[in-house]
């Protein structure tokens, strides 16, 4: 088993910066891919980043070039650098990583507007 359990969320102004944090625990050695993905009400959950154990990572075109995915050697912890954030970011926000099974944080809403 893993929990994930997200933090930094919340509101912020067009242009401006956040920064995501999430804080595995339990089986980490297990976990192979951890990912970033994201829901606006009524929409699916997407993919906003991934990153597997050897560091490549996968970014969503709608993101490239602003936000950053990270992630420690022990897998216990993710993070997600958010810039330049615009309305459009506007979601909840999960944590993900695949391990024996898919493991899912409880998310953390991010709000852009002036």
């Known amino acids: 088993q893993v929990q994930l359990v997200e933090s930094g969320g919340g509101l912020v102004q067009p242009g401006g910066s956040l920064r995501l944090s999430c804080a595995a625990s339990?089986?980490?050695?297990?976990?192979?891919?951890m990912a970033w993905y994201r829901r606006v009400p009524g929409k699916q959950r997407h993919v906003v980043a991934d990153?597997?154990?050897?560091?490549?990572?996968y970014y969503a075109d709608s993101v490239k070039g602003r936000f950053t995915i990270s992630r420690d050697s022990a897998s216990t912890t993710l993070a997600l650098q958010m810039n330049s954030l615009t309305p459009e970011d506007t979601a909840v926000y999960y944590c993900?990583?695949?391990?024996?099974?898919?493991?899912w944080g409880q998310g953390t809403q991010v709000t852009v507007s002036s």
């Open positions: 993900y990583a695949r391990g024996w099974d898919d493991y």
């Open positions: 339990g089986s980490t050695d297990r976990i192979g891919i």
């Open positions: 990153i597997n154990r050897n560091g490549d990572i």
